[in-house]
């Protein structure tokens, strides 16, 4: 189960905020995903039932345009046992950059972290249904907010009005990553199979205060802790 955990844990905040991953009820994860001006970190770890049949303690790192959320450089370790990864991929002018290889990028691109970090910054108006190029570890997607309306969500008593979004993920082209191997999480959070969703705060520090997942069947839901 833990291989649908996925865009779960990638959620934004203003600052650090951490979640807790659950599945029918059970919590399988949780995530820490911190925020700055140009910066977004994501760190997950598994528990639970996960913790024994799917173990994964993984960092994630993106370093991006603070106007445009371009990204700049991507670095993520990974230890998700058996696979071990250490990577640094960086967008040098006009090229996406992995060690000697090189993939061109003729216009810049975000990247998923820096793409769910503008949810929090952009206005509905300006997010609703417009498709954002973003690329994966060398392979280009395009990825779009469709507005659902307001939800007030109630968290330990306290009901926040968030903006609901879908998100749409659908891949570019047919090339292949830069990578021979990945993690989980990146190889599933652009599962064209999977139904994502996501709330953030209309007012105050915009944060995500929820998200749910549907994938091959399973509802994953990631709920903020630290309100």
């Not at 926040?160 to 990945?182: A, G, P």
Request: some cysteine; hydrophobic content about 40%; proline content about 2%.
């Amino acid at each position: 189960m833990i291989k649908l955990l996925i865009i779960i844990l990638t959620t934004v905040s203003i600052f650090g905020q951490n979640f807790n991953v659950s599945v029918y009820g059970f919590s399988v994860a949780k995530a820490t995903w911190n925020v700055k001006n140009n910066s977004v970190d994501l760190e997950y770890k598994t528990n639970g039932l996960a913790e024994i049949i799917w173990p994964a303690v993984n960092i994630y790192s993106t370093k991006f345009d603070s106007i445009n959320y371009n990204f700049l450089n991507f670095t993520k370790t990974i230890d998700q046992r058996p696979l071990k990864q250490s990577i640094s991929i960086d967008m040098k002018n006009d090229s996406l950059v992995y060690k000697k290889n090189y993939r061109v990028r003729s216009k810049p691109t975000k990247n998923l972290f820096s793409l769910l970090a503008m949810i929090q910054k952009a206005s509905t108006h300006d997010l609703d249904t417009k498709w954002l190029r973003f690329d994966h570890e060398g392979v280009l997607f395009d990825g779009r907010f469709i507005s659902a309306g307001l939800d007030t969500i109630n968290i330990n008593g306290k009901n926040i009005v968030c903006n609901h979004y879908r998100f749409d993920i659908k891949k570019y082209n047919e090339q292949t990553s830069l990578l021979d191997e990945t993690d989980r999480l990146m190889a599933y959070s652009v599962n064209k199979n999977t139904f994502r969703q996501i709330w953030v705060e209309r007012d105050g520090n915009r944060r995500i205060i929820k998200a749910n997942i549907t994938a091959n069947g399973f509802p994953f839901e990631i709920d903020i802790q630290n309100d």
